[in-house]
């Protein structure tokens, strides 16, 4: 999968300089050993992985977009006004098997440029009106279009960038077993806490291919409902602060955040000289 070229909508513009030669080297030194050491992952295959979840997500998504139907519109012409056209934002997200989609959201931030011409941080650039969809997932409610087409599912792996895919190992790559959903609520437990939040993410997904089940997506719904009606922790996401990219492995396997590499691997990082 050649992410590199920038022919994905929606990549490149996200990917720093710096944070692509962290990957790469990252990729060159610890990523066969992370193949070697990561353990093999079974998905779980039953009437219900081939027919039953794919029609209930079919029926569920077609019933919810027709009820959305009105909303969408109101959100359009407010986001029309609030930071103009286009009104959609677009991307290349990795859906199953590896494959491109592309995944629609409402707009919720400006244009603004500083001084050189680069465009301010996210945090300075979320509009009020976007705060308030970014708080409580309106910007996401598109999402279902996704799932009524087939290329998400309801539960499942979050749909991730293209570019995360060719930094994962072999174990992680099989997260895109199943098709990515709106969201997979944490269920595992680790005793580690300095483990980086992707790692754990991962890990949690591959529990999810391997024990997908009707009981399993009833559970991970109620969980994902109470996500929804959680107030607490909503400010970053309503802020729309910087995120720290997945960029590879440490020594061990564990799955690192450019933040968590840059830390991890300091006289590489501050001997970078590559200007953005």
Same mark, same amino acid.
């Given at each position: ?17 710096? =944070? ?15 193949? =070697?050491?990561? @353990? ?38 407010? *986001?029309?006004?609030?930071? $103009? ?9 990795? $859906? ?21 011409? =680069? ?9 009020? /009106? ?59 437990? /680790? ?10 993410? /991962? ?10 089940? /009707?009981? *399993? ?53 501050? @001997? ?5």
């Amino acid at each position: 999968m050649d992410t590199a070229n920038g022919k994905y909508i929606g990549n490149s513009s996200i990917i720093s300089s710096k =944070e692509e030669a962290m990957a790469e080297m990252l990729r060159k030194k610890n990523l066969v050993k992370s193949n =070697e050491i990561a @353990g093999e992952v079974h998905p779980r295959v039953s009437f219900y992985t081939k027919y039953g979840k794919r029609t209930i997500d079919f029926w569920v998504a077609l019933v919810v977009c027709i009820i959305l139907v009105p909303f969408n519109f109101v959100f359009a012409i407010c *986001t029309y006004f609030d930071v $103009g056209r286009p009104i959609l934002y677009k991307q290349s997200r990795c $859906g199953m098997d590896g494959r491109s989609f592309i995944l629609y959201k409402f707009r919720n931030m400006n244009e603004k440029k500083d001084g050189d011409g =680069e465009l301010l941080p996210a945090s300075q650039r979320v509009t009020k /009106f976007g705060k308030i969809m970014r708080k409580y997932s309106l910007d996401e409610l598109l999402n279902f279009v996704s799932v009524l087409k087939g290329d998400m599912s309801l539960i499942g792996p979050r749909p991730l960038p293209m570019f995360f895919h060719d930094r994962m190992n072999v174990r992680h790559q099989m997260r895109e077993a199943v098709r990515p959903g709106l969201e997979c609520p944490r269920v595992l437990k /680790f005793a580690d806490k300095n483990l980086c939040q992707y790692h754990i993410q /991962f890990e949690n997904d591959i529990w999810y291919v391997e024990n997908i089940s /009707f009981l *399993t997506d009833l559970k991970m719904c109620a969980l994902l409902v109470k996500m929804v009606f959680d107030m607490n922790g909503r400010g970053n996401r309503a802020g729309g602060n910087a995120v720290s990219y997945f960029v590879g492995y440490d020594e061990q396997g564990h799955a690192l955040s450019m933040n968590a590499a840059k830390e991890l691997y300091k006289d590489f990082f501050y @001997g970078l000289d590559i200007g953005e």
